[in-house]
């Protein structure tokens, strides 16, 4: 009785605090999720294929797939034939306890795989030679196991084609007409499933002994009278930026729009409205006070919360950032498209001002989310001198380093702005680089120039613009000859000084203010956390303590009792 009165007194009050900091610990744990939610629709902007979408008319017959270097347009295609696989199967039947191929034959299967016509000059050969007796079973295995080895693009199987009977199927595990089977021969002359020879390549057995399930074909489309076939059912790049994968013949044209995808992201501006909010109910469930009741929630009076309130604002305030004298045509912050801060802390959209910046500023929506490298050059041309001004002398080169890969101008004539803007990109579309140069309107003391405006068409680090130079006119010497992305001002010369660089859209600055804020090592969250948990600890170990001085008082208090029952028995 005594026992539960002290733990009663001394431990139910450590109980009860170690109760309010786990419920502390919990409500933490639930901020920690939502701002986790908003962390991902934040992400979700650098989707690959976030600023456009693709409309196809049949969506059974072609699948297109796209990215942000997507060009916008309208293309027609019919399918005239899908890729397959060749599959051939053998007219020997066998049970599968019989013996196919004896001990020291061989069963040797020889593929073409440049087949053209009726030739071909490369081919994978599986060889299997019989140590001991082999069933279907065995030499099925055999050959599926040396395919995998030497990446032979065959596979076997067996058909069960009556009562106990069984037959061998070969098929080629990639598509393409330039894959055919040649021959398939069995050394052993009691043995089964030899005889294959298709000498004019046409998918066929000379001799009878296998029917073609499928022959091997190429796909094959047309745009208007143009047939363009190709091995797989995949035709990558076929429009710029633009993968179609056709899945079925067509009888008349399939059309396919590739526009800009406004409601993609009007739904991720939408999500990142509904998720932030999520996180301001959440502060205020648990950060709450009633005046009325005086009941608080478990986090109010705790510092987290005003903490984790002052950085989401920050978080969702980010402006983009661009160096200073510059106005790149674009949006700074998320609240310039519709996005606005309600009284009660939470985020709304007005749609009718996002439904129109998407549908007339598509462009500009872009520069919220964008993270290709880009550089603008120091100097530029007079918006008077723009038609008429040399910027790079007629035998001039202009040359840039992006991704390891490198584009060069010669000039055929003194170039204009305009016309070397003009001849960067039709050469990067030519040669396939992720390079694209525009004209930007700068103002400066005296009036407005224009500058050259160098930008990946590829995201990421593999994707930096490493060096810019240029040997005459006004762009001469611009030069980072160590790739770091810091242009050399050794000789004094230096023309080119970074605009938009790494992460510097706005939603890219949100991105690092909640990967700081959850942080697993720094970030409010896991402090505040640490902090509890070294609390939990505290009162774990004052509890421990507490308990050993109760049972030391129980202890001592029993002694004095037998002590006193003693004195009383000898009374």
Do not use: C
Not at 166 to 193: C, E, I, R, W
Not at 298 to 315: A, C, K, N, Y
Not at 400 to 426: C, F, H, Q, W
């Amino acid at each position: 009785k005594q026992k539960e009165v002290l733990s009663k007194v001394k431990l139910k009050p450590i109980e009860e605090e170690a109760s309010k900091i786990q419920e502390k610990n919990s409500a933490v744990l639930e901020i920690q999720q939502v701002l986790l939610d908003f962390q991902t629709s934040i992400r979700s902007f650098f989707d690959e294929v976030a600023f456009y979408k693709a409309y196809v008319s049949d969506e059974n017959a072609v699948e297109v797939r796209v990215s942000n270097n997507s060009q916008k347009g309208t293309y027609f295609l019919e399918v005239v034939e899908t890729a397959h696989v060749q599959q051939v199967l053998s007219k020997d039947k066998v049970s599968l306890s019989d013996p196919i191929l004896s001990a020291g034959n061989t069963f040797k299967i020889v593929l073409a795989t440049d087949a053209s016509g009726k030739t071909y000059s490369k081919s994978k050969t599986i060889t299997i030679t019989a140590s001991s007796n082999m069933t279907l079973d065995e030499l099925i295995e055999a050959i599926n196991q040396q395919a995998v080895d030497e990446g032979i693009p065959i596979v076997a199987s067996k058909v069960k084609v009556g009562e106990d009977k069984y037959s061998l199927m070969l098929a080629t595990t990639q598509t393409g007409a330039k894959y055919k089977f040649v021959s398939v021969t069995n050394s052993d002359p009691s043995g089964k499933f030899g005889g294959f020879e298709d000498t004019n390549l046409d998918g066929d057995d000379d001799n009878g002994k296998y029917v073609t399930v499928q022959n091997s074909t190429d796909a094959v489309i047309k745009l208007g009278s143009l047939e363009i076939s190709n091995p797989s059912n995949e035709f990558k790049e076929l429009f710029p930026g633009v993968d179609v994968t056709v899945k079925e013949k067509t009888s008349s044209p399939v059309q396919i729009t590739i526009d800009d995808n406004k409601e993609g992201v009007k739904e991720k501006i939408e999500k990142l409205v509904e998720t932030y909010n999520k996180v301001v109910d959440s502060l205020k469930k648990y950060g709450y006070y009633d005046e009325v009741t005086g009941e608080t929630g478990p986090l109010f009076g705790e510092s987290v919360v005003s903490m984790i309130r002052t950085q989401l604002l920050d978080i969702i305030g980010s402006n983009a950032v661009v160096e200073e004298n510059t106005s790149l045509e674009g949006f700074r912050n998320i609240f310039q498209v519709g996005v606005y801060l309600g009284t009660d802390g939470k985020l709304y959209i007005k749609d009718y001002k996002l439904d129109y910046i998407l549908s007339t500023e598509f462009e500009k929506v872009k520069t919220l989310f964008r993270t290709n490298d880009r550089w603008i050059s120091a100097k530029g041309v007079d918006e008077a001198d723009i038609d008429t001004e040399s910027v790079l002398d007629a035998g001039g080169k202009f040359s840039v380093m992006i991704g390891g890969l490198k584009l060069t101008i010669v000039a055929s004539s003194d170039y204009t702005l305009p016309e070397l803007v003009r001849a960067i990109n039709k050469e990067a579309e030519k040669s396939a680089i992720p390079i694209k140069a525009s004209m930007v309107k700068v103002k400066e003391d005296g009036g407005s120039v224009y500058k050259l405006l160098l930008e990946g068409t590829k995201s990421g680090e593999d994707y930096r613009i490493e060096w810019v130079e240029s040997d005459s006119g006004t762009f001469y010497d611009i030069l980072d000859g160590d790739g770091t992305g810091s242009f050399d001002e050794s000789d004094g010369k230096l023309q080119m000084v970074p605009g938009y660089k790494g992460l510097d859209s706005a939603i890219e600055v949100m991105m690092k203010r909640i990967d700081s804020l959850l942080n697993g090592q720094t970030g409010i969250i896991n402090l505040i956390q640490e902090r509890y948990q070294a609390q939990l600890d505290v009162l774990k170990s004052e509890h421990e303590r507490t308990q050993k001085e109760i049972e030391r008082e129980i202890e001592r208090m029993r002694e004095e009792f037998l002590r006193l029952e003693k004195i009383k028995a000898e009374m």
